[in-house]
Protein backbone atom coordinates (compact mmCIF):
# COMPACT_ATOMS: atom_id res chain seq x y z
CA UNK A 1 0.00 0.00 0.00
CA UNK A 2 1.52 3.41 -0.97
CA UNK A 3 -0.06 6.42 -0.15
CA UNK A 4 0.49 9.74 -2.23
CA UNK A 5 0.26 13.73 -0.95
CA UNK A 6 0.60 16.08 -3.99
CA UNK A 7 1.21 20.20 -2.96
CA UNK A 8 2.93 22.94 -4.62
CA UNK A 9 -0.44 23.72 -6.87
CA UNK A 10 -1.45 27.36 -7.16
CA UNK A 11 -2.54 30.04 -9.17
CA UNK A 12 0.66 31.34 -11.74
CA UNK A 13 0.61 34.03 -14.44
CA UNK A 14 1.53 32.78 -18.00
CA UNK A 15 4.97 32.34 -18.66
CA UNK A 16 5.60 31.52 -14.78
CA UNK A 17 6.67 28.68 -12.93
CA UNK A 18 5.80 25.93 -10.53
CA UNK A 19 7.02 23.15 -8.32
CA UNK A 20 4.66 20.15 -7.78
CA UNK A 21 5.80 17.93 -5.22
CA UNK A 22 4.49 14.40 -4.18
CA UNK A 23 5.13 12.60 -0.70
CA UNK A 24 4.88 9.06 -0.30
CA UNK A 25 4.13 6.40 2.40
CA UNK A 26 6.21 3.32 2.59
CA UNK A 27 9.01 1.81 2.38
CA UNK A 28 9.53 0.52 -1.03
CA UNK A 29 9.32 3.85 -2.86
CA UNK A 30 11.42 2.61 -4.96
CA UNK A 31 10.22 -0.04 -6.38
CA UNK A 32 7.88 1.69 -8.01
CA UNK A 33 7.52 4.06 -11.97
CA UNK A 34 6.26 7.47 -10.74
CA UNK A 35 4.06 9.92 -13.15
CA UNK A 36 1.96 13.04 -13.27
CA UNK A 37 -0.84 12.77 -14.75
CA UNK A 38 -3.51 15.90 -15.03
CA UNK A 39 -7.09 16.43 -15.74
CA UNK A 40 -8.59 19.63 -17.14
CA UNK A 41 -12.51 20.12 -16.84
CA UNK A 42 -14.14 18.59 -18.84
CA UNK A 43 -11.39 16.65 -20.45
CA UNK A 44 -10.02 13.05 -19.85
CA UNK A 45 -7.37 12.47 -17.35
CA UNK A 46 -4.06 12.73 -19.75
CA UNK A 47 -0.26 11.80 -18.96
CA UNK A 48 2.18 14.11 -18.37
CA UNK A 49 5.32 12.66 -17.06
CA UNK A 50 7.09 9.64 -15.65
CA UNK A 51 9.92 8.48 -14.04
CA UNK A 52 12.06 5.03 -13.74
CA UNK A 53 12.27 3.35 -10.55
CA UNK A 54 16.01 4.50 -10.57
CA UNK A 55 15.34 7.99 -11.78
CA UNK A 56 17.46 7.63 -14.76
CA UNK A 57 15.31 7.57 -17.32
CA UNK A 58 12.01 10.00 -17.89
CA UNK A 59 9.57 10.69 -20.39
CA UNK A 60 6.76 13.21 -21.20
CA UNK A 61 4.06 14.03 -23.18
CA UNK A 62 5.24 16.07 -26.16
CA UNK A 63 2.75 19.23 -24.79
CA UNK A 64 5.54 19.58 -21.66
CA UNK A 65 9.04 18.70 -23.59
CA UNK A 66 11.62 21.52 -22.50
CA UNK A 67 9.24 23.29 -20.59
CA UNK A 68 8.67 19.89 -17.51
CA UNK A 69 10.77 18.08 -15.60
CA UNK A 70 10.24 15.30 -13.48
CA UNK A 71 12.73 14.17 -10.92
CA UNK A 72 13.01 11.87 -7.66
CA UNK A 73 14.63 11.00 -4.47
CA UNK A 74 14.19 7.98 -3.36
CA UNK A 75 15.81 8.66 -0.18
CA UNK A 76 13.48 11.01 0.65
CA UNK A 77 10.31 9.34 -0.59
CA UNK A 78 9.67 12.19 -2.73
CA UNK A 79 8.90 12.73 -6.77
CA UNK A 80 8.86 16.46 -8.32
CA UNK A 81 7.28 18.07 -11.07
CA UNK A 82 9.17 21.26 -12.01
CA UNK A 83 7.18 23.45 -14.52
CA UNK A 84 8.60 26.11 -16.69
CA UNK A 85 6.67 28.83 -19.14
CA UNK A 86 3.85 27.71 -18.18
CA UNK A 87 0.54 28.59 -20.49
CA UNK A 88 -2.73 28.63 -19.81
CA UNK A 89 -3.64 25.19 -21.16
CA UNK A 90 -1.46 24.14 -18.41
CA UNK A 91 -4.60 24.70 -16.24
CA UNK A 92 -5.59 21.63 -14.50
CA UNK A 93 -5.79 19.48 -11.36
CA UNK A 94 -2.67 16.92 -11.31
CA UNK A 95 -1.98 13.91 -9.91
CA UNK A 96 0.90 12.17 -9.00
CA UNK A 97 0.40 8.18 -9.62
CA UNK A 98 2.82 4.94 -8.79
CA UNK A 99 2.79 1.98 -10.90
CA UNK A 100 4.46 -1.69 -9.85
CA UNK A 101 4.86 -3.10 -13.20
CA UNK A 102 7.06 -1.62 -15.94
CA UNK A 103 4.11 -0.77 -17.98
CA UNK A 104 3.88 2.42 -16.11
CA UNK A 105 6.50 3.96 -17.79
CA UNK A 106 6.48 2.47 -20.88
CA UNK A 107 2.64 3.32 -21.99
CA UNK A 108 1.94 6.04 -19.92
CA UNK A 109 -1.02 4.60 -19.18
CA UNK A 110 -3.25 5.32 -16.57
CA UNK A 111 -5.11 1.68 -15.93
CA UNK A 112 -0.93 1.09 -15.67
CA UNK A 113 -0.64 3.04 -12.35
CA UNK A 114 -1.62 1.35 -9.20
CA UNK A 115 -1.68 4.14 -6.49
CA UNK A 116 -2.73 7.61 -6.96
CA UNK A 117 -2.79 11.05 -4.94
CA UNK A 118 -5.74 13.30 -4.66
CA UNK A 119 -4.98 16.09 -6.70
CA UNK A 120 -3.09 19.61 -6.86
CA UNK A 121 -4.95 22.63 -8.93
CA UNK A 122 -2.86 24.90 -11.37
CA UNK A 123 -4.35 27.53 -12.67
CA UNK A 124 -2.32 29.18 -15.40
CA UNK A 125 -3.89 32.66 -15.92
CA UNK A 126 -3.50 34.49 -19.55
Known amino acids: QVQLVESGGGLVQAGGSLRLSCAASGRTFSSYVMGWFRQAPGKEREFVAAISRSGSNTRYTDSVKGRFTISRDNAKNTVSLQMNSLKPDDTAVYYC???????????????????WGQGTQVTVSS
Open 97 to 115: AAGLSGRAYTTGGSMDYDY
